[in-house]
């Protein structure tokens, strides 16, 4: 697992090349109202995606895998001011797992640490099956989640999100979709910056496809939160 870690943060590295200094908000000279832009493509970024159906685990059941995460960014100009990069994309490499407890309870985490800057990043989720599905019935679940941004000094964000899911197997096959709230808090305490901290709430879409494959499970998702859309891979062991 640590090897297939390493593999995907190299990928990142070059899936993102002109991304390779540390985030810098201080020498950004952004106003309020591009604070206030920059923040939203940053919490749409950074917010906990689960890459994962509705379907719980159950009492002995893990999910595992490495993933990433690419998000369009929809004020790329800002970003690039930042760290002097030319990017359009920001690239998020992750650790992820997921734990299945009684009662049709979830619980997951995730760690990144994104190859080349300073930001890295984690979160967690509790995730509850109102319906577990089966044969005939499709899974349906809420989840609650938190993410939060640590090693950019001089700027802090935190997010935390609500969303439903409903998801439904066919064979090896796991189509799954939802809808949530993403509720962002960006501060930029670098001195110099002269920037009031921002909060704000963006809606969230979700699409996905689950496909287990015996040996392996392999989940890709589509998230858009606020106006930036996001596309996730996840490869790892789940059971």
């Known amino acids: 697992m640590k090897k297939s870690l390493s593999a995907i943060c190299v990928l990142a590295c070059f899936a993102q090349p002109a991304l390779a200094a540390n985030i810098n908000l201080a020498g950004a000279g952004f106003n309020q109202a591009q604070f206030r832009a920059f923040s939203e493509d940053m919490g749409s970024a950074l917010s906990y995606k689960a890459v994962t159906p509705a379907e719980p685990l159950g009492t002995t059941g893990f999910d595992v895998g490495v993933e ?3 998000t369009q960014l929809q004020n790329s100009t800002l970003f690039n001011k930042t760290n002097n990069s030319t990017t359009t994309s920001l690239v998020v490499p992750k650790l992820h797992i997921a734990k299945g407890l009684p009662f049709n309870i979830d619980i997951a985490g995730f760690y990144s ?3 080349t800057t300073n930001i890295s990043l984690y979160g967690a989720e509790l995730r509850y099956a109102i319906m577990e599905g089966g044969v005939a019935l499709p899974a349906v679940a809420v989840r609650g989640s938190i993410s939060k941004l640590s090693g950019v000094t001089g ?3 935190d997010t935390k999100a609500v969303d439903l ?3 439904k197997g066919f064979a090896m096959l796991t189509p799954y979709a939802g809808v949530g709230t993403v509720w962002t808090n960006s501060d930029a305490t670098a001195s110099g910056a002269g920037l009031a901290a921002e909060s ?3 809606n ?3 699409l996905g496809l689950n496909a287990n494959l015996g040996l392996a499970n ?3 998702e589509y998230d858009k939160t ?3 859309p996001s596309y996730s891979a996840k490869l790892g062991f789940r059971f």
Do not use: D
């Open 155 to 157: 700027w802090s964000l």
């Open 218 to 220: 392999f989940a890709v």
């Open 68 to 70: 990433v995460t690419s």
């Open 226 to 228: 606020g106006s930036a």
């Open 113 to 115: 640490a994104i190859p």
């Open 165 to 167: 899911s409903v998801s």
């Open 204 to 206: 969230k879409l979700f």
């Open 200 to 202: 704000f709430r963006q």
